[in-house]
């Protein structure tokens, strides 16, 4: 058994947006903790149960705190500091997992509901997409075991990110936890499980920059009827309750692997 501390950058923006929504990459750090549990082989504590140990340990928090931020501003690590966290948790291996949405021109990466919140309020017409890194250390050795970065389309086919009412800002976020449930959360899942047991599960191919379809083509088309995209969000439930392994190998969006 190995265990895996899971760890979103924004794991302590607790409603720190417009919409008091979960920061994506909590929304992705759970699924793959969901999913390293249900192998039997991985165990990875809850975002909430990582919270509650913190809320206990100053220090650790502090070096938590530390850490995530320093891998936002510029994804540089601290191994020294991730050795004391993992100790803390007596884990082995820490999984790191950002989200935010690169912006032209600026130094600056903005988080997916500010950017949200921006595009709406102004009418930006830009082609944004929302990338995300997981990047898997080994806190024993001081070493990257595995590096991924998704890259992911927000915009519709007109090239607009906008929720003009809550219904709109509600289906966004159900599309966002259908991509990170049915989709993200899979593929990085199985890469971290490859570098434990590498001959357990034979990878699927990663494919390049393929079509999206079903649910994922519906939602990136923003409705002028409030209540159709709710609609959708219920009838795509149903045809996608029967949730494959994880280890089915689904990709989705642009990926580079490191």
Known sequence: ??????????????????????????????????????TGRINSPSINAVRQKLAQDSSVKNYTNSILTRYSNDKSLDFAAMKIIAKAFNANSILIISNDVPVDGA?????????????????ITHPYSMETTAVLIDTVNDLVMWKGSFTKKITDNNDMFKAP???????????FKLYSRDILS?????????????????????????????????????????????????????????????????????????
């Open 1 to 38: 058994m190995f265990n895996v501390v899971v760890l979103p950058v924004d794991l302590f923006k607790v409603c720190a947006n417009y919409y008091c929504y979960p920061e994506v990459s909590e929304i992705i750090a759970q699924d793959v903790i969901d999913n390293f549990n249900s």
């Open 165 to 175: 009412n809550a219904a709109d800002a509600y289906a966004k976020l159900e599309y």
């Open 107 to 123: 130094y600056a990466r903005r988080n997916v509901w500010e950017m949200l919140v921006l595009s709406t309020d102004f009418k």
């Open 186 to 258: 899979k593929n990085i899942s199985q890469n971290v499980y490859l570098r434990f047991f590498p001959k357990v599960v034979d990878p699927q191919p990663i494919v390049d920059d393929p079509k999206p379809e079903g649910a994922y083509f519906r939602f990136e088309s923003d409705s002028d009827i409030p209540g159709l995209q709710n609609q959708l969000i219920q009838t795509q439930r149903a045809k996608y309750s029967d949730i494959p392994d994880f280890n089915s190998g689904d990709a989705y969006g642009d990926y580079d692997e490191y």
